[in-house]
């Protein structure tokens, strides 16, 4: 029986990633240089496929790192030399939150219950905050922060900074990089790629800010601060020996992306939420558990259940050979969660709710 | 023409790697939880086997990372309150040495010209260093610290920390983890993988440490920072989603490794390295470039080239696809540099030679 993954991260492989690994390895890009301009042309190829995928401008730079959960860090130790905010509903927002603690900055936080979102409108953001952290989809409860409602954030905000963790949507929000300062995301969600590699898109004017810092006996970091990181991608190299297969594979997955093209895996990925969301609307099983529907993610849809967690994952896998996530934390018990990503396609899914039916 | 890797890192890849990468795809290990049992297993499986090889004792936890470089910035973030000793002779022992400038510590180095060593009786360790940073092995110079003499540095300097970067050697030196209280590399050298993943190992008096300047209000990091590492490595598990896929091959390599014996691989080494060294000494293209014999790589050799080093690498990868690295920065032009890895075996060292001549 085939293994099917609908879990939320890390989560089924995109089809075609297998097939670039071992092209990857039939062009010995395990053993090439990073220095070298073989190197260069991966990065380079990767950056502009994924401009093309975000349209993302020429403001950003493009930055690898090991994990988006190094981003937080990067980040807030780049751009925040007082205070940060952070809208703050669900364990992913909140480890972001923490680690502006554990960095010593002064964190504020915004505290939605678990299963609700934020719109721009309610948000307070404190006088004083450098940069207001969003999260474009709550992995834990299955909440999205709409891209319109963020941009309309740094509209009331233009001297803040903002920055969107977008891990668990990337490219399905349609952020507005005019907008936006820094988006990053990791491989190992929608684009269906083994874990390993986060990336970070971040402006000019974070990169300024840095350099500040810096200048002013502020510790930014070593290799991986913005401005390390950024003088390496002008050379389209990266500090250290970096994750050179995943960074090619990812530029063939996003280029496989284009081909498809992203309102049309936008599309499809609304279509397939739709069909989720309705089966549970009907169903006597489960039950939608992100009330506000506009709230409600996109890709990664959390269920209540009627009868234990556990006991639906086992017989899902056990009668289809599908696999579907268990809730976050405390609701291990009470929820499953169903990635939507676009390694999953329409049939996948149709066969997936009728083995859960 | 098959081409093969005599490149200092990354280098090539060891012989059964791309068949553990394919038996990982064969058990969706690009899409399993970093947080279930299967995880737990493989994490457990690599760090049992580097026990094996590298004769670790319990008393120092295996760790890892994104990258050996992002070691250089941990150990110094949890270990060195204020003041940090560098043992500089090329130029990866520099950047670890800055690093810790970057960090805002105050860091004292010895340094050497470029192609010598160290030995313990000449080194003058600051008063108030808490942490003695030794490099087993200068990718950039082909220069070697002998085990014998990092241990003397600790028998000598009994209440500081001695940390080796052993990149470019590992397992080849032969340290005694009584007296080493860190030591590190990363996957793309010797063990012959794609890089994109640093093993750390650090012992219990540097947590301690760590957990001492983190109460103290020091800022030793995030997820990354020791006690967070540990205390997920307690349950063999990672702070963040790791690049699993790179800890289950290292666990099969590591394997491997066992299987021959690291004191085969050992004396392999150095008899591969006589070979290349013997070579030099009679040729009249090439000259040993490290003069001090005890100091001389066992696994990184430079020779120094009469001929531009392009044009000899040039000649031997069109004549037989063997690929050897350049001199490291302004050496470029007047060096070559071979990697005796294990991933090339005696004949693939007696053919290159057989090309160089």
Redesign the interface.
Known sequence: MK?T?F?P?????FPT??GH?QE??RL???????RSSTFRKIYQHTAEQLRILFNLPSSHAILF??????I??RILMNTVEHESFHLVNGSFSKKFY??SK???KYANAQHKPFGEGFDASEVEVPEYAELICCTANETSSGVQMRAAEIHKLKKSNKTKFVAVDMVSSAPYPNLDYSLVDSAFF?V?KSFG?????GVWFANEAMLEKSERMKKH?G?V?????LPSLWENYLKFET????????IYVLGKVAEDFNRIGVDVMRKETDKKAKLIYDFARKSDQFEIFVEEESHRSATVAVLNCKELAGQVIERVKAKSGM?I?AGYGKMKETQIRIANFPAVDLEQVEALLHNLA
């Open positions: 293994t993954f879990t991260g890390p989560a089924a492989l990633v297998e690994y990857a390895f010995h890009l395990g053993s090439i240089s990073h790192t090991g994990s988006a959960t190094e937080w860090e923490d680690f554990e960095l010593h990791s190992q790629l083994p874990a390993g590699l006996e510790i970091g070593t290799y991986h601060s500090p250290e020996t970096p994750n050179v297969i995943a696999v996530g």
